[in-house]
């Protein structure tokens, strides 16, 4: 009973060193946030201060929460198709080079162009409903998938794929058993980034033509000079983008305990 309580201990004393600086700084930045405004340093109407925007986000949250939903929704949508088809199309790349140098430069050239400037025409192609901003969310996160799957089916020891060959394990096989765990690590984190890029593509979505969504209440909020607003939508996006960046990495921790990048944890948390 004392080495599981002695472990738990371990994990929350863990939990809080990780957690301490990061939550510090936020706080200095929220104390940064308030000096300016309580000195008046710059006018309310162009930043309001920390009390205000809070007293905004309780006073009007049915209406965020409503608008928060459907960027949750896209957001969610986008990524998990974005997650599925990038590792699909990353595993033919890694198995096909003709597929992988046919593929790879359109990837690339889909990627530099900017999300915004293509926007539009998939409002004039897919009406104005949820179906543009889920598609500009995929293409937004589809990339770092592909490419942190790609590494990681790559970076497998060549000598480990020989052995499973001599023994004669079949290519499916060698993928489950050797290919799909090594690379874990790498899609993680490409998974990672990709969340919070799939919120960023949700909102660009609604910037282009919504009437629902954070990028509406964005949108209306700035055309009607309500900084509190603004600045409400803004920290609510903000937390959205956090949220499933903890769940992606609550995943991680809970799929590949084994992982080196976890062992120092592991020590930490030993009684």
């Known amino acids: 009973m004392s080495m599981n309580l002695g472990g738990s201990e371990g994990r929350l004393l863990a939990a809080l060193?990780?957690?301490?600086?990061?939550?510090?700084?936020?706080?200095?930045?929220?104390?940064?946030?308030?000096?300016?405004?309580?000195?008046?340093l710059v006018p309310p109407y162009l930043v309001p201060s920390p009390g205000t925007t809070l007293a905004v986000m309780a006073d009007k949250w049915p209406y965020l929460?409503?608008?928060?939903?459907?960027?949750?929704?896209?957001?969610?949508?986008?990524?998990?198709?974005?997650?599925?088809?990038?590792?699909?199309a990353a595993v033919v790349m890694v198995y096909s080079t003709t597929v992988e140098k046919t593929l790879y430069p359109i990837l690339l050239f889909a990627?530099?162009?900017?999300?915004?400037?293509?926007?539009?025409?998939?409002?004039?192609?897919?009406?104005?409903?949820l179906t543009p901003?889920?598609?500009?969310?995929?293409?937004?996160?589809?990339?770092?998938?592909?490419?942190?799957m790609v590494t990681g089916l790559?970076?497998?020891?060549?000598?480990?794929?020989?052995?499973?060959?001599t023994m004669g394990a079949s290519p499916l096989k060698t993928f489950a058993k050797i290919?799909?765990?090594?690379?874990?690590?790498?899609?993680?984190?490409g998974l990672k980034v990709a969340v919070t890029l799939a919120v960023t593509g949700a909102v660009v979505g609604e910037f282009v033509g919504a009437n629902q969504g954070l990028g509406f209440v964005i949108l209306q909020a700035n055309g009607n000079l309500d900084t509190p607003m603004l600045f409400a939508g803004l920290l609510v996006m903000s937390l959205i983008g956090v949220v499933l960046f903890v769940l992606v990495e609550i995943a991680e921790r809970w799929m590949l305990p084994w992982h080196a990048s976890r062992r120092g944890e592991a020590v930490t948390a030993t009684p």
């Open 154 to 165: 790559k970076s497998v020891d060549p000598e480990m794929l020989q052995l499973a060959s």
């Open 133 to 148: 901003k889920i598609v500009v969310a995929v293409l937004i996160a589809f990339f770092p998938v592909v490419i942190a």
């Open 65 to 88: 929460w409503q608008h928060t939903w459907v960027t949750t929704y896209e957001t969610i949508l986008g990524f998990a198709i974005a997650a599925i088809f990038g590792v699909l």
């Open 17 to 40: 060193e990780k957690s301490w600086r990061p939550a510090a700084l936020l706080a200095a930045c929220f104390a940064v946030w308030w000096a300016i405004t309580f000195a008046q």
């Open 179 to 189: 290919r799909f765990p090594a690379s874990l690590p790498h899609l993680f984190s």
């Open 111 to 129: 990627q530099v162009v900017p999300k915004i400037a293509i926007a539009p025409l998939f409002v004039v192609w897919l009406g104005f409903g």
